[in-house]
Structure formats: C-alpha cells, structure tokens
C-alpha cells in the first residue's frame, strides 16, 4: 500500500467516524427531546389523563362500554373513568385467578376472575339502585318546591334551578345537571 492511499483510507475512516458521531448525537440529543416532551406532557395533564383518556376514547365506540358509562353515571360513580374501573377490574380478576390457580383447577380460577368482574359490575348496580331510591324518596320535596316556586310566579326553568339548589343530594344534584 501506498502513503497516498492509506492517507485516502484514514480520510475515509475519519468522515465515516465523523457522520457517525454526529449522527449519534443526534439520535441522542432527538431523544432527549422526545423524552423532555414527553415528560412534560405528563406533568402537564397528568398520569391519569395521558393514560386513561386515550383509553376512554378508543374503548366508549363500544356499546357495552357506552352501557357501563351509563350505569356508572347512574350509580353516581363519577370519581373513575371507565377506563379505569375497567382495568382496576382486569386486574383484580388476574390477581384472582392467579392466586386461587396455584391451589385450584385453572378453569375453576378463571371462572371466579370473571366472577369479579361479574361482583364489580353488580355492585354498581346496586348502587344506582340506591341512588334511584333516594331520587324517588326525594319527589316529594321535589314537587313542593316546585309548586310553591311556579305558584309565586317564577319560570319553570327558575323553578328547576331553585330545586337544584335547595334539594340535597342526589336529587339536587342531578336536577342542578340538568
């Protein structure tokens, strides 16, 4: 070999160390900035609202999911989203089945991880239940105030709105939503 050509040869590897150096801190500094972004996201909106919310919206195409919401609306189970009953629900029926697989039949533990979820779903049946009961309990009340509201001359629109705020949970509230 030449001095000529191993000059040419060391340029070549030079460049080639050069591009891909350069290219890696490139890659490096494009990640750290995805991160960065990323991360501030979180911390922007949350952990809860970066997760949960792209789930809600991909999973309430679903007509049972849509019937879920409903119920849990219903049940005046406002404080989880849907997504996040669903999941908190998945996972405690793996943990069930899990657990009770190791001294039982698999099929066995798989049927009571999905009688969770059957119990979950149930519960929040009967907490619509109750909150139906206490609605019904509160008509009454209800249609004194606005009797006495529409006697004295004011709108029905005033009247629901002076309902909304005198009544107590949950009938207030629900007549204050609507």
Do not use: C
């Not at 119990?119 to 009797?147: K, M, N, S």
């Amino acid at each position: 070999m030449t001095i000529g050509l191993l000059v040419i040869l060391a340029a070549a590897v030079l460049l080639l160390a050069t591009v891909g150096a350069s290219s890696y801190l490139l890659g490096t500094w494009e990640k750290r900035a995805i991160v960065h972004r990323e991360r501030s996201l979180l911390r922007r909106v949350g952990v809860r609202a970066a997760v949960f919310e792209p789930m809600d919206r991909l999973l309430t195409r679903l007509v049972p999911v849509q019937r879920l919401r409903t119920l849990m609306v219903q049940a005046n189970v406002r404080s989880i989203r849907v997504s996040e009953f669903l999941t908190g629900a998945f996972v405690l029926a793996v943990v069930v089945a899990l657990s009770l697989g190791q001294i039982m039949a698999g099929h066995w533990a798989i049927i009571l991880g999905l009688t969770v979820i059957a119990g979950l779903i149930y519960g929040l049946t009967l907490l619509y239940q109750r909150q139906r009961e206490q609605i019904i309990a509160q008509l009454p009340e209800f249609g004194r105030i606005l009797a006495s509201t529409t006697g004295a001359g004011l709108s029905v629109q005033t009247a629901l709105a002076i309902a909304g705020d005198e009544l107590a949970d949950p009938a207030g509230r629900e007549i204050a939503h609507t």
